[in-house]
């Protein structure tokens, strides 16, 4: 058969993102970690505000506006910071940029899918390293693996779970590649990887402001690193990879950190509850620190509850994969939302 493409991309399957019905379809959405909240008011008011201008011309290449609000708010100079058309950029930029056949990634799974597939459209292999039950970081086998990328998604998805920094630090320390730390759901965390990024030269951090920003239609991700890590990734990024308007509502969105932190904190507080609840109909849960819960239903029968809440217009995350097909990855939503969905669920476990 003529084929046009690599054989690296006739082999893969592609990414399959969560389903996306279409806004004002009358469904709970509770399967790709969005925010149940709306974006911040001040973010909207850019929006509606926006001189037509911007868009007549080219965007701002480094997306200054964005980067500088973004260094106000967490500290760091704006030369250590890296600006995305959502995280998922940055992450293609950085296999793209780092890793080629000899020069592999390597990570724990089970995780974020998506590490796999830019790894197969590359000549580069993946190396996956299963967590054990408990999910601690398998950091022997990592080092051993001898990545030229190794990623950790922390907190972790589909499982909730977050890899304390001192564990972090011992496999930055052992690296000799570079350790990107995914912290796409740090904002509903305890704990950041932030300043390994001050210890290290070899680590990235990696956020978004889709999860605890509620911006995943606007796309706009960014990487915190010292500048010499930055600077194979700049030179790897589409020249106008942020548009104007992401640039300039992802800035007042940064400087509204209050306003990020009432939504993050009560997605919190709905989230202890939620965990509560599911417990009680007998569901295996994991600690999470995400805006989401790994859970298990108590027949296990994932699938089949999957399939039934989909027919009460309750969307949740099922994986048919391997060693994940039990489980269900529900996100987090409002706690009218949540309430819901617990009373659906009466009716199916
Ligand atoms: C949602 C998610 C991302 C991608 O976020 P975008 O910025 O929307 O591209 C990255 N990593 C993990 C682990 C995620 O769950």
């Known amino acids: 058969m003529t084929t046009y493409f690599r054989p690296s991309i006739d082999a893969i399957a592609g990414y399959v993102p969560g389903e996306q019905p279409k806004p004002g379809t009358k469904i709970i959405k509770l399967n790709t970690n969005e925010n149940p909240y709306p974006p911040s008011p001040v973010a909207i008011k850019v929006l509606r505000n926006l001189d037509s201008e911007w868009l007549r011309r080219y965007p701002d290449p480094y997306a200054s506006e964005f980067r500088k609000a973004t260094s106000e708010a967490l500290g760091f100079p704006v030369d250590w910071i890296i600006v995305s058309n959502g995280s998922d950029e940055l992450l293609n930029l950085i296999v793209r940029a780092c890793a080629e056949l000899g020069r ?49 998604a922390s907190p972790n998805s589909p499982s909730g779970h977050i890899v304390p920094i001192a564990d972090l630090r011992q496999l930055a320390a052992r690296l000799s590649g570079v350790l990107v730390v995914d912290e796409a759901y740090v904002d509903f965390a305890e704990e950041t990887a932030l300043p390994l990024v001050k210890e290290f030269d070899n680590v990235i951090a990696i956020r978004t402001l889709s999860k ?48 990020k932190n009432e939504c993050t904190q009560k997605v919190k507080a709905s989230r202890a509850k939620l965990a509560v609840d599911l417990k009680q109909l007998g569901f295996q849960l994991w600690d999470s620190q995400a805006n989401f819960l790994w859970t298990q239903p108590p027949q296990s029968n994932a699938e089949q509850i999957y399939l039934a809440l989909k027919q009460r217009g309750i969307l949740v995350r099922y994986f048919k994969q391997p060693g994940l097909e039990d489980k269900l990855r529900i996100t987090v939503g409002t706690d009218e939302q949540n309430q819901l969905l617990v009373e659906a669920l009466i009716h199916l476990v």
Not at 138 to 152: D, K, Q, R, S, Y
Not at 231 to 256: E, P
């Open 212 to 259: 605890g920003y509620s911006l995943a239609g606007l796309r706009l991700g960014f990487g915190i690193a010292n500048p010499k890590l930055l600077s194979g990734l700049f030179k790897v990024k589409d020249s106008y990879n942020i548009d104007a308007i992401a640039c300039l509502v992802g800035a007042a969105a940064m400087r509204d950190q209050a306003y």
């Open 104 to 152: 592999n990634v390597v990570y724990p799974v089970p995780t974020y899918v998506l590490y796999r597939t830019l790894t197969q459209m590359q000549p580069a292999q993946q190396v996956e390293i299963p967590y054990a039950e408990d999910y601690r970081l398998p950091i022997e086998e990592l080092v051993a693996a001898n990545g030229a990328v190794t990623f950790i």
